[in-house]
């Protein structure tokens, strides 16, 4: 980690002390729909909700998740998770792809950063691109913080965004999004239809993760 990095750390998790020890411990009540309302056929894509074992959710300390796999003939595949916090108050905060895919044996062959074309929906947004592989299989791997309407792509920027949203809405919820397709045939055509499909679902996550 870099010299910028670090400090930038340690400002950021004394700040999350503060925050954790100064304000109050109840937490505004907002309307949450259930991940599950996400559609399950979206412009030609169909899907089917895939579990999780118990205890890789507990391990997660993940409030709500959503875990799908979308299909459209002939072969295409486009995997969709989706995990909820209600609260990073009590140290389970949003797991980081960049250290949960490591430990499930998935090595970054590469990383990057894109930019969604979300407009005219709204701001275009930065948003993380992996391409991973884990022995014969790999995948394009995009993900992001999603929070109150916003969508960012570095982890700082998202616990900075955690601890002012405590204080000045007394609201620390947030989602990390992720979406894989499998590459190992041809990267490039993974990549284009990983992006395509984050700008297709993009709008209606809005419907199921609170702004």
Known sequence: MSGSRWWAAVILLLAAAVTEYALPRTEAAVPRPPLLNLPLAIDGWTAQDVPIEARLVTVSAVDNYLNRVYHRAPADEVGVYIGYYKSQRAGDSVHSPKNCLPGAGWQPVSSSRITLP???LGAPAEVNLYTVENEH????VLYWYQSHGRIVASEY???YYTIRDAILLHRTDAALVRITVPATD?????RQSAIAFAVLIAPKLDEVIPR
Request: aromatic content about 6%; charged content about 40%.
């Open 118 to 120: 979300l407009l005219p």
């Open 137 to 140: 299989e790999r995948f394009v």
């Open 157 to 159: 920027v998202a616990k």
């Open 186 to 190: 041809d990267e490039t055509r993974a």
